[in-house]
């Protein structure tokens, strides 16, 4: 298993995405720090039950990650539908499934390690300009077990429900099709109306979660026996 994710990142020029990772955080991050200050201001009040700082630190780490884990799904496995390089793979003499298993784990793994430590990095950053008192004041306490695995689930969850876009693009034939699910998924996970919002709803990211397994068993179920698109 590990070695096909590894022939998959390597196939696919994982390092441009790595290079794309690290762009996306420099300019997230850019952006947190200008507004840091104004949310600073508003630390009184709350967003979604969080302290605001917190709360924008997760909503833009989050929509960015979903969009970009789509992004990813729709290269790695709907493109190689489209591109016909699909059948070479399953030409090889390895199950369909395993192979195809793979290509998730390896879209999975990478954007899960990147969300978990592109949140470490903002707050370790917000705590180097605002103080380790400034953020335990607003409800961050970086030293915290609970914080960490707080982190890990809900960086799980994320990039987990992304995976429902892969299903619309198989279905659909089409790279867009998962791209505008991913971004479909963000509206409903981290848009608002007011101060109403799904963000961190468990019953609703429990729905989400469930979805996104469907649309895994789907995408492999009767593989073996399944035309290639």
Partial sequence: MLKLIRLEWKKNNIIKYVRNVFIMVFVLLSLILATAGELASKEVGTAYG???????????????????TSTMLASFIVGAYKNKTMNLMFSYPINRKKILLCQMLAVWIFNFTALVL??????????????????AASGIVLNSG?????????????????????????????SKAAIIAGVIIVILTQ?????????????????LMFLSAVSVF????????RDVL
Avoid: C, H, W
Wanted: proline share 1%; glycine share 6%.
């Fill in 50 to 68: 969080k302290s605001m700082l917190k709360a924008g630190v997760e909503m833009f780490t989050n929509m960015s990650f979903i969009v970009f």
């Fill in 118 to 135: 592109t949140k470490i990095l903002f707050y370790a950053v917000l705590a180097t300009v605002r103080g380790f008192a400034d953020m």
């Fill in 218 to 225: 789907l995408s492999l179920y009767r593989l073996e026996t």
């Fill in 146 to 174: 609970m914080f960490y695995a707080e982190i890990f689930v809900n960086s799980a969850v994320m990039v987990s429900v992304s995976f429902i876009a892969l299903l619309a693009g198989l279905k659909m034939k089409s």
């Fill in 191 to 207: 848009g608002n109306i007011g101060q109403y919002t799904l963000a961190d709803n468990v019953p609703f990211l429990m729905i």
